[in-house]
C-alpha cells in the first residue's frame, strides 16, 4: 500500500507533531512571495516594484540562510530560531504597515529584507529532527528516505494551500490579510516546533567557517547552480502567474493556477516517496531537472487560464522527485555534522533564483506582457538542463555515501 511507509516513520516518537508544526511553520514559505507582490502592487500600481521587494525579501533569506544554519548546529534550534522568529514576524508586520500608511517605496525594501533575512530554511529543522529521531534505527536508510519524501509532499501541500489562501484573501478581502495569516502561520507552528527539545539534535559545539568543506565538492557546486536555475522557475512562475491572470480578467485564479503547479508536485512526490529506489541520487536528480525544463518550454505559448494550469499541473510531477534526490544527494556530499548547512546551501540556492526570478519577470510583465514573461521560466529551465548536464560527472558521491543526515 503507498501510504504505508508514511504511516510507518509518523510512528516514531515524536515524530507525528514535529513533522505537523514543522509544516504549519513552513505554511508562509509558499505565501509570502505572492502575497509580498499581491500587496505592493495593490500599494504602487507596479508589477516591477512588487518584484523587487519580493526579491529584497528573497536575497536577504538567501545570503543569510546559511549563517543561521551554523548558528543552529552550534548553539540549537531553539536557542537560535526563536528570536529569528520574532524578528521575522516584526519585519513582516512592519511590510505591511509600511504598505498601508502609503509610505515611500524604498521602505519597503530594507523590511522586506528584515523580514527574509530571519526566516532562515525551517524545512532543514525538520529533516535535521527526522534524521536524530532514526539514529541508530536499523531501517534508517528505508525510512529516512520515506521521511524525506513525506516532507517534500508536506513542502507541496504548503505549496497547493498557500497561493490559494492569499489569493483568496487578497482579491476577496485586502491584500494585507495574506501577509497576517502567514505571520500567525510562522509564530504559532514555529513556536509549537521549537518547543519539543527531545527531537532538537545536539548541538556540534564546533565554529566551522561558513560553508567550509560544504562548498567545496564540486558535485555541491553543481547542484547549487542548478537550483539556482530551477529556483528561477519558481521565481518567475509565481510573478507572472498573478499578471497572467490578471490581465484576463481572472485574478484569483492564480491561486488555482499554482496550485495545479505543486499538485502534480505533491502526486509524484507520494508516489516517488513510497518507491525503494536501487538507483543513486544523482541519476533520478537529472532526469528530474531535464523533465521540469521540458515541462515548462511551452508555457509562454499558451493564453487560456485553464489550459495553463493543465500544463503546470503536468510540468509539476518533476518536481518533487528532484527536491527528494537533490536533498538526498547533499547527504552524500557533505559530512554528517554539517548537513544542516548542507541543507540549507540548497534553500540558499533555491532562493537567489527565486529572488532573480521574481524580479526580472516583474520588469519584463511591465515591460511588456505576461505571455511574454513566460519566457523568463521556459529560459530558466534550459539553463537548469544545460548545468545538470554538463555537471553530471560530480553528482556522485565522492568516497560512498555519508551516514545519513537530514
Do not use: K
Amino acid at each position: 500500500m503507498v501510504l504505508r511507509p508514511y504511516r510507518d516513520v509518523l510512528s516514531v516518537p515524536g515524530a507525528a507533531f514535529f513533522a505537523t508544526a514543522g509544516l504549519v511553520a513552513r505554511l508562509p514559505m509558499s505565501m509570502l512571495g505572492i502575497g509580498i507582490v499581491l500587496l505592493v502592487e495593490d500599494a504602487t500600481g507596479s508589477y516591477g516594484i512588487a518584484g523587487a521587494v519580493a526579491a529584497a525579501y528573497g536575497v536577504a533569506q538567501s545570503v543569510t540562510t546559511p549563517l543561521l544554519a551554523q548558528a543552529v548546529d552550534r548553539y540549537g534550534q531553539a536557542r537560535t530560531m526563536r528570536p529569528a522568529i520574532a524578528v521575522h514576524v516584526v519585519g513582516l508586520l512592519s511590510l505591511v504597515g509600511l504598505a498601508v500608511s502609503a509610505a515611500p517605496t524604498w521602505t519597503y525594501f530594507p523590511a522586506a529584507a528584515l523580514t527574509g533575512a530571519t526566516i532562515g530554511s525551517l524545512g532543514s529543522l525538520v529533516r535535521a529532527r527526522w534524521s536524530y529521531a532514526l539514529e541508530g534505527d536499523p531501517r534508517r536508510d528505508a525510512r529516512l528516505h520515506t521521511a524525506y519524501s513525506l516532507e517534500s509532499v508536506l513542502d507541496e501541500v504548503v505549496f497547493i494551500a498557500g497561493p490559494l489562501l492569499v489569493t483568496v484573501l487578497a482579491v476577496r478581502f485586502s491584500p494585507v490579510l495574506g501577509l497576517l495569516a502567514a505571520a500567525a502561520a510562522v509564530g504559532g507552528g514555529g513556536a509549537a516546533l521549537l518547543s519539543r527539545r527531545a527531537s532538537e539534535p545536539p548541538v556540534s559545539g564546533d565554529r566551522p567557517a561558513v560553508g567550509s568543506g560544504v562548498l567545496r565538492a564540486p558535485g555541491m557546486l553543481v547542484l547549487l547552480v542548478t537550483f539556482v536555475c530551477v529556483g528561477g522557475i519558481f521565481g518567475s512562475v509565481e510573478v507572472v502567474t498573478v499578471a497572467f491572470t490578471d490581465e484576463r480578467g481572472q485574478p484569483e485564479a492564480a491561486g488555482w493556477v499554482l496550485a495545479a503547479f505543486a499538485l502534480g508536485s505533491l502526486l509524484a512526490g507520494v508516489a516517488y516517496g513510497a518507491v525503494h529506489w536501487r538507483s543513486t541520487a544523482g541519476p533520478r536528480f537529472l532526469v528530474g531537472v531535464v523533465l521540469l525544463a521540458v515541462g515548462v518550454a511551452p508555457v509562454a505559448l499558451i493564453d487560456d487560464v485553464l489550459l495553463m494550469s493543465a500544463v503546470v499541473f503536468v510540468a509539476g510531477f518533476a518536481i518533487s522527485p528532484m527536491l527528494i534526490s537533490g536533498n538526498q544527494l547533499v547527504q552524500d556530499l557533505v559530512a554528517p555534522s554539517r548537513l544542516t548547512e548542507g541543507l540549507s546551501w540548497v534553500s540558499t540556492a533555491i532562493g537567489v533564483g527565486v529572488s532573480a526570478g521574481s524580479a526580472i519577470s516583474g520588469a519584463v510583465v511591465d515591460a511588456t506582457d505576461a505571455s511574454t514573461a513566460y519566457l523568463v521560466p521556459a529560459g530558466a529551465g534550459v539553463l537548469a538542463a544545460g548545468v545538470v548536464l554538463m555537471g553530471r560527472r560530480w553528482l556522485q558521491p565522492v568516497s560512498g555515501p555519508q551516514p545519513a543526515a537530514a
